[in-house]
Structure formats: structure tokens, C-alpha cells
């Protein structure tokens, strides 16, 4: 098999299951955990359920990088990164390191501790659906710009 055409299916499975975990935490289980739990109860509810998953974020995330990498190397796409036609190649690099840094490092490192002191208020809640549906908005933006870009729309 073409290894080019294996790390492109691993690619796409990969950010499917990135990006559809991204969707489904922002689109049903925060909004699920904000109408089942009080305000000072919904971050310790939420990170309860994200445990569980967390780690296949990480995997995805990875996967999808190093396939991505693979394929600038192989098909030496790096000239794409000089070509605003190709605005969606940075999208999805920019995308892949906030979603990189954030897994590895922000969250277990600064946000798990932060919100391990939750306040009766739920701000940490608050704060963490608003950037989940950022996150999320720039995510479909990135997919949408990589499809059609990959076919010559732009």
C-alpha cells in the first residue's frame, strides 16, 4: 500500500475523531452537565465525565499531526506554507498546536489545578463552554477551509 494514501485515511480517521469528540463535548455534554448540575458542581461534573476520554484526545491529536507531517514531507508540500491559497494548511497547523499544547500541557498542568478549586460561582464552568465552542467554531472553519482547499476550491 502507498504509504502517502495510509497517512492520509489515518489523517482523516484521526481528525474525525478529534474533531467529532470536540463536537460532541461542546454540542451535548457541557450543555447537558450545565441543566443536571449547580453552578459550583459543574466543573468537578465535567472533568468526572472528560476523564474518561481524555486520553483519546491526546491520541487523536497526535495521530493527526504526525500523519499531516508525513504528508508535507512525502508529497514536499512545504512551498504550500508560502502560498495564501493555501491559508487552510496554516488553519489546520495552528489548530493542531493550540489543541497540542493545550492536552499536554495547559490543561493537566495549569487548568486541572485552577479548577480544582471551584467556586460556587461556576465561572471555571463558564469559561470552560466558552472556549470549548471557540475552539469548536475554528475547528469546523479549519475542516470545511482543508476539504474544500484539498479539492481546489480555493
Known sequence: MDDFILARALHVLSVLLWIGGVAFVTTVVLPATRRNHPPGDRTAAFHRIEAGFA???RLWVLLAGA?????VYRGD??????????WWMHAMVGLWLVFMVMLFAIEPLVLHPLMAREDASGQSFE???RLHRL???VALVTVFGAVAGSHGFF
Open 55 to 57: 486520553w483519546q484526545a
Open 135 to 137: 475552539l469548536f467554531l
Open 127 to 129: 469559561w470552560i463552554e
Open 67 to 71: 500523519s499531516g507531517f508525513w504528508m
Open 77 to 86: 508540500m512545504w512551498g504550500r506554507f508560502l502560498d495564501p491559497h493555501f
